[in-house]
């Protein structure tokens, strides 16, 4: 047996807070439950978390856009945010502020559990143990442990954005419409829409600083040259 994975849900309506306790522990995962903001930044600092499951809609003083804010600014770790139906901003604001993926409410427990396990595997992984650190200029891609460097310096990357990026460094020299980026590196099964690709691109091409050679083409979607 390994050491337990740590998962906190973070959500203030109690039914959806208990089915999601229920159904992460039936997984084995130990679940750390949080209604408030304030609160689930404590829990942040004091445990060891592998994955947060984070409301939008959070009472108090920091909503869930403002909690992860917070938690982007010292972490990487993976983030799913829950976003009401109609809040379109919020998807996006969530992306922008470094959450890894959004399940829009109501969701099916099944669904999400699903996306929890999918994006722990990725991370948890040891990927491609044999792997040689992919160089492109000035950045480097270490697939083994999935860190990126810009001239030397360590870059933080989300989940997604070090997933998207690989994919890209894999297939370079190929335009990719969206629809084969949110395949290769979202999934068939998602159910998310193009500008989750559109955000986490402007995520790399912000973290890089103008160094990632990669063209939008018009109508298409994205090249890395
Ligand atoms: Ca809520």
Redesign the pocket.
Known sequence: MGESISVMVV???PS?ADLLNSYLSKEGYRVLLASQGKRALELFRQEKLSLIVL?????GDLD?LEVCKAIRQTSQVPIIM?T?RDSEIDKVLGLELGADDYVTKPFSPRELTSRVKAILRRSTQSAEPSAEPIRLGEIQLDLKTREVFLQGEPIPMTVREFDLLSYLFRNRRLALNRRQLLDGVWGVDWYGDDRTVDVHVRQLRRKLKGHLPLTTVWGVGYRLD
């Open positions: 959500e203030d309506d959806i409301d939008v809609g959070l009472p869930g829950l009401a």
